[in-house]
């Protein structure tokens, strides 16, 4: 069997579709080689200290995980100095992150959550890495952080990596998505998954149960039908799952459906995920993938961004089950 390498199936996008510029290309091999290196320090677990706190808070008011830390530097490392980049943007930095002079500027906007579902670290529970390439819209020497306010839409690319019981990478260039299997001994990337078609209908959603008391109308409403199983309205059983992980979420779902919602309520009124850097990677990745992903009214890759760090309410996965919340809340 022909194993495909990242650096290959980057090359052959280009060639047949044009998809992939020599820059894009080694801008998407940097953020592989920053993945692997988060990855061989989380698979140490406590050896390395993974889920220790470092006693800050980040911009979020969220307390910093020491590996939270590490892993923005190994990301901002890894990609300042190569030329493609005119600056980026990170959960774990409250201003965005310029190119140093010494280097060259590139074309390119990086925004990244360097370590999702961190809460998980200290147990032993999948965690990964989340990015999107936008283009400077303007003149990319002459910086302005408002070039990172563009709708999801003009991503080219995006994808996360699980750090689970293998690392996966998942990757968009709005050609289909692709998943590819770390081998540690070659220390490549190789694809394992060529074209990954979330399903339309599921029987598994995924939601934090404990928001209920908060949960809006249209909500609650989707929830109780699907709880009510093959006696309510919806006449077939659901199951639930809820890894705190929206990677390894994202990934169960991109394997075999379901439909995942963070969903804005009572306590979170702007919703808990960050449009930048989560919501838009994966939802720019789930509609590639075949799905759909809104805010509950509205598509997530349409939405105008307002502010760097801004949050969002979530619904994506299956198109069937995502379309049916997003009805519920236009019926009000
Ligand atoms: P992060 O670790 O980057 O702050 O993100 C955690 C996110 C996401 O991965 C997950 O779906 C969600 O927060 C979990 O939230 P709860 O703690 O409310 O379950
Ligand atoms: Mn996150
Ligand atoms: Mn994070």
Redesign the pocket.
């Known amino acids: 069997m022909r194993r495909v390498t990242l650096t290959q199936y980057l090359i052959e996008q280009q060639r047949q579709y044009g998809k992939v510029s020599p820059e894009l290309r080694l801008l998407i091999e940097v953020i592989a080689r920053a993945c692997k290196a988060i990855s061989h320090t989380v698979s140490k677990g406590p050896l390395a200290g993974i889920g220790d706190a470092v006693g800050l808070d980040n911009v979020q008011g ?1 307390a910093q995980k020491k590996l939270d830390v590490i892993a923005n530097e190994v990301l901002v490392e890894a990609n300042e100095w190569g030329g493609q980049l005119a600056a980026m943007v990170s ?1 774990e930095m409250a201003e965005p992150y310029q190119i140093p002079n010494r280097y060259p500027k590139g074309e390119f906007l990086l925004l990244y ?1 360097p ?5 998980n670290l200290d147990v032993n529970i999948s965690v990964g890495t989340i990015f999107s390439v936008l283009r400077c819209p303007t003149n990319c020497s002459d910086f302005d952080y408002k070039a990172f306010l563009q709708p999801g839409a003009r991503q080219v690319a995006a994808g996360f990596a699980v750090y689970g019981s293998a690392t996966i990478l998942v990757l968009t260039v709005g050609n289909g998505v692709v998943g590819f299997t770390l081998d540690r001994e070659m220390g490549s990337f190789v694809l394992t998954d060529e074209r990954i078609v979330i399903p339309d209908d599921t029987q598994e959603f995924a939601i ?1 149960a404990s928001n209920a008391r908060n949960w809006h109308p249209p909500v609650k409403r989707y929830i109780d039908e699907c709880l009510a199983g093959k006696s309510g309205p919806r006449d077939k059983d659901f199951n639930m799952r ?1 890894v ?4 390894a ?1 994202v990934y169960r779902i991109l394997c075999r459906g379901g439909v995942f919602l ?1 969903p804005k309520d009572a306590k979170h009124k702007e919703g ?2 960050r449009l930048m850097y ?1 919501a838009n990677p994966m939802a720019f990745i789930v509609e590639q993938a075949g799905g759909a992903a809104t805010d509950g009214r509205q598509r997530i890759l349409d939405l105008q961004p307002t502010a760097l760090h801004q949050r969002v309410g979530v619904v994506l996965g299956s198109k069937n089950e995502v379309e049916r919340v997003t009805r519920y809340h236009a019926e009000g």
């Open positions: 969220e959960e959550d370590l999702d579902g961190s809460s934090n809820w705190a992980s929206m990677v979420d963070y808990r995920l989560e």
